[in-house]
């Protein structure tokens, strides 16, 4: 197997945990971590001392590599990155954004710099910044997403030919199965999101874990277009942007019925019907709640099951 | 390799072409059967005694298994019905409706019948009615789509995991790459419209065809979806609708600006501002107008070398 991404960041898998709001802090990444693919703390739901202390507790729960995912939008990036740098974290995921501003700090700094993009565009665009590495996420993936709707079917070998840095594909992937079929199409490695949402360790809330493993195909839905496009559970909240929507409401009204810490509400505090409920399509082939570590191991089984039968057909 | 799709049909390679609107006359239909895959007529576009000469010409023009694709919520559906049955045509893809009215009859007639759905509920009533084969199509492809938006990814795997038939994947494939990506999710064999629609046998107008090639991706959106749920190329019309959508414009007031004919006025006329461009994701890789003999061996090729890359993973 094509080793630049596991050997770029030092882990033993091209397992990839995506860095989410409300449900990756340092217990999730330390554990993915452990089982030999790659940890991320989600930095976007955090104020920069909630990430330090994140950050130092997840240095001493493992001693393999582990990184922190910053959404660019979010305020406070720079006392974000001041923490990040001092706690001597040495890979950084940036998202939501462009790369130009801050990839040369960050690698000034020593620390190996991926960006997520959602379009062959901003591929180029990070190219161009001097990234490490990017991940390029369908329009299957869950949360915030690109305007183009491309899919990850679509996206993978379309960068890959456009560009020729390591490559990690995002959106739809929960199996080995997908695991698979994203490196055909191209990619050097898999980043998951909405399975990890769904673990043990996960941060998120026990009732939107259940939520995610009762999820049926048709459940999920990219929203808000005219704010930033974000992959939504359907749920109360949903319904009523949904009809705002469809009547023409404008980003302003939106925004007003967005109001503040929805998110939180639903993905962190339960609120199933009047919370945003974040996540992928995948979430229709999450059936269980499982330990992260034992994710990474079934996935990694099923990948090579899954390579043998194409070498069999 | 298994041959579920292949036998099924007596074809050689599990590269069937979309029926398509404007596109998929005999000449493209026999070209793809005579190179091994399965020819499709799409009869969306015609006419029943036009369909019947497309038949004709069809089967003096190849010794090997075609078939017919029938919208099925189009007019004349019957009449359509019984020209194919006349004509004796052994294969039939039924799309845009139930499967549960036409399946018995066409049996009956000894006729072999693959329905495409977007969904799982739908692909379960597909189980029920006693279709032969399924098509499960994903949000990247062209022309009218399923509301529920599931991509290629998402859908394969769990459709694959809820059914027995044997099961094609439609929806962002192109290339050789894309085909062993679409199995290792879990289909017997692939469906491909945007890349014949492109090819020298299509009856598209060579404007169409041109602009088919020089599309970048983020080209394409899903529109149109209070009426049929429609993935179109950006243009003038596309445009015109865009804006009265994000204005709330009600399912009647765009039927009104639809009008009739503007398929034909794009796809067949040429007429690339007013007319309805209805083309995949995956037009973004498409980059010759090639014989459709040489897609289908150039897919074959590419599908092999792809396959030995990962049994060297």
Redesign the interface.
Known sequence: ??DRVTKLFGIKYPIIQAGMVWCSGWRLAAAVSNAGGLGLIGSGSMHPELLEEHIVKCKSATNNPFGVNVPLLYPQVEEIFEKIVRQGVKIVFTSAGSPAKWTSFLKNHGIIVVHVVA???SALKCVEAGVDAIVAE???AGGHNG?????????I??IRQSISLPLIAA???A?G??M???????AYGVQIGSRFAASEESSAHPKFKQKIIEA???DT??TLK?IVPVRLMKNGFFEKVHQME????SSEELIQILGKGRSKKGMFEGDLEEGELEI???S??INDIMPAGSIVEEIMREFET??LE??N?
């Open positions: 197997m094509n379009s062959v565009k369908g329009f299957e305007k183009e709707e491309t899919t990850t079917f679509a996206l070998p379309h959106g739809g992937i199996t199965r997908g698979v079929a994203a490196m055909a199409l191209g049926k195909d048709g839905l990219l005219k469809s009547a023409g409401a992928g399509q995948v229709s082939m899954v390579k194409i070498c057909w």
